[in-house]
């Protein structure tokens, strides 16, 4: 099955006039690289490339003709094509035409989802069926308690209230950008407001030196969060969250940051974190996803990927190791969780169910692509 032409949308929404703080940088309302391929076939699939950082190397690189790698590949064959396009990385090609090895990571998990989709609406079957279909329903958690210019507690509390007035079991707040007391006084109101009985993670998104990080999780634990996050700042993380790991009781997760399945591999090797934090829209797609998950299920470690509750819970739903999805319910937030897909799965009282629709699902609001996206290629 031979793709014959790629459609690539940038996806952006405009900047907010109150945007939404991690503990040190603004997080995108909306910033992916859309990618449709289509077949002699047919059949037609998509994926999505997630990313922090501007997509504009990833513009860059569709505009400097990548795509002439992906036309005349088998659809059918995700793996060869994803090692192809990651394989680029380290090429002559890449660097006589500027793609940048970034754009590329992007890229390429972007592609192998289109890929997958493709296998799965070819098989006539849901990919978390072919991944292993170990259950059909996934726990679902949202991410809240972002910091905003003039937010304080009372709004804090407002906002979990209506989170949980939405039915939702799981919370996960932004920590590390404030001094360690006051943002202990935060977690509190939510702990307070969600009730002893609701898992509630924390994520610093690796604020913290290590005496810090100690300290704050010493302070933690008595609000029993269920995970920390990406504690430990990016220059030593690895050996700061094994060093960590010896002085709490609270699970250490981590991965969202890591940009090759390698760099997961080496987290699980330290055996500082009990849950690895991968995302396939950022790095690896569903072929490098699929093997970090059985290797976690190996090391006895749990899953629970970063963003896209929707393309993830394939992965969490395939595999014993699968533990829950990242949700976003706030449509200020995330409008591409509410608006991209015409009748997505439903999540309700923390659960997300599957739909048995092949492939990954999910049909693309064409009104969205064009309130959101700008076309590439």
């Known amino acids: 099955m031979k793709i014959t ?3 690539v949308y940038a996806l952006r929404a405009p900047a907010q006039e109150r945007p939404h703080w991690t503990s040190h940088f603004i997080v995108p309302t909306a910033n992916e690289i859309l990618v ?11 994926g999505l490339a997630t990313s922090y950082t501007p997509i504009d190397y990833a513009i860059k690189a569709w505009n400097a003709h990548l795509a002439d790698q992906i036309i005349g590949e088998d659809a059918l064959a995700p793996e060869r094509l994803y090692q192809k396009l990651f394989g680029l990385t380290t090429s002559k090609t890449a660097n006589e ?9 992007r890229i390429s998990a972007a592609v192998d989802i289109a890929c997958w989709d493709i296998v799965g609406k070819t098989a006539g079957l849901p990919l978390f069926r072919l991944f292993g279909g170990y259950r059909t329903e996934v726990p679902a958690y949202v991410t809240c308690g972002y910091y905003r210019d003039g937010k304080d507690n009372v709004e804090l509390h407002d906002e979990i209230v209506m989170l949980k007035e939405q039915g939702h079991t799981g919370f996960k707040t ?19 407001v969600i009730g002893a009985d609701a898992k509630f993670m924390v994520d610093p998104n690796r604020a913290w030196d290590l005496p810090t990080a100690i300290d704050a999780a010493q302070r933690l634990e008595a609000l029993n969060p269920f995970w920390l996050e990406e504690p430990v700042r990016w220059e030593d993380d690895r050996r700061g969250l094994k060093l960590l ?22 987290m699980l090797e ?12 950022m790095m690896g797609g569903f072929t490098e996803g699929r093997k970090l998950t059985g290797l976690c299920e190996l090391n006895h470690v749990q899953v629970a990927p970063h963003h896209d509750c929707f ?47 092949p492939g990954l699902g999910l049909t693309l609001s064409e009104d969205a692509i064009k309130k959101f996206g700008q076309r590439i290629v």
């Open 311 to 357: 393309i993830h819970a394939h992965i969490v739903a395939s595999s014993p190791a699968g533990l829950i999805v990242e949700a976003f319910t706030d449509p200020e937030r995330d409008p591409l969780q509410a608006e991209l897909f015409t009748d997505p799965p439903v999540i309700k009282n923390g659960v997300l169910t599957l739909k048995e629709q």
């Open 36 to 46: 449709r391929l289509y077949t002699d076939e047919g059949i037609d699939g998509f």
């Open 5 to 7: 032409k790629v459609e």
């Open 270 to 281: 330290e055996q500082a974190i009990q849950i690895l934090q991968f995302d396939c829209t």
């Open 174 to 192: 932004k920590a590390g950008g404030l001094p360690v007391p006051e943002d202990i006084e935060r977690m509190a109101v939510i702990r307070e």
């Open 245 to 266: 790991a010896q002085k709490t009781r609270i699970p250490l997760s981590g991965g969202e940051s890591e940009t090759t399945s390698y760099g997961c591999r080496a």
């Open 97 to 105: 035409k500027g793609w940048s090895r970034e754009a590329l990571i």
